[in-house]
């Protein structure tokens, strides 16, 4: 992580670590009342990945860290995993609110990415929902570009985005 990316956790007493099984609750807490702040059902918060973070992601040629204060408390998440050889997919960027608006979104996404590069990814995409709108700009003015092709018919996550992270043979 870069320097800069260290001093804001810093000042604002977060540490990243790797996720758990035991942050299950916590994690579907949190991944659950962001969703239905948005009026979004929480029920994707009860897909799979969330009960054991370390296998589900770790079994996927993936990583999942969680943001926590001083206190311990789980205040963010950010994953992602392989879904081939060269394509991985970002998934679970949220942050609590009261941790919002102070770069911390950027420093979670530019980690993963740079993760992703490193393990020899060549694009990232990822899903996402319209009344995401905060991720939305986010994930655009990062770099990443909307994508024609819409997910499975009747999930929430309609909205596809894919990033180049390096060119084939590069
Ligand atoms: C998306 C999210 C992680 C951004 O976190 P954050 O720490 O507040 O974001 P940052 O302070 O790093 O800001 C980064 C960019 O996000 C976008 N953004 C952040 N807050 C925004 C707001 N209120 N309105 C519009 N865009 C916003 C902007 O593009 C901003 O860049 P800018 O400052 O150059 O305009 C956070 O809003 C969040 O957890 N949202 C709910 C969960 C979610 O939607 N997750 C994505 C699931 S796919």
Request: glycine letters at 10%; aromatic letters at 8%; one cysteine or more.
């Amino acid at each position: 992580m870069q320097p800069a990316h260290e001093n804001l956790l810093a000042d604002l007493r977060l540490s990243l670590r790797p996720g758990r099984r035991q942050d299950a609750n916590g994690l579907r807490a949190l991944v659950g009342g962001i969703l239905q702040s948005y009026g979004l059902p929480d029920s994707v918060a009860r897909d799979g990945d969330l009960d054991d973070v370390a296998v589900w992601y770790g079994s996927r040629h993936g990583v999942f860290d969680v943001l926590v204060d001083s206190s311990g408390a789980l205040v963010g998440c950010c994953g992602a995993c392989g879904r081939s050889q060269t394509v991985c997919e970002l998934r679970r960027l949220y942050l609590a609110y009261k941790v919002r608006h102070r770069g911390l979104g950027r420093v979670l996404l530019h980690r993963v990415v740079d993760w992703a590069r490193a393990r020899g990814f060549e694009t990232m995409e990822l899903f996402t929902a319209p009344v995401l709108k905060e991720a939305v700009q986010l994930y655009e003015r990062f770099g990443f570009a909307r994508q024609a092709q819409t997910a499975a018919e009747g999930t929430v996550c309609d909205l596809h985005f894919s990033l180049t992270l390096r060119k084939s043979g590069d």
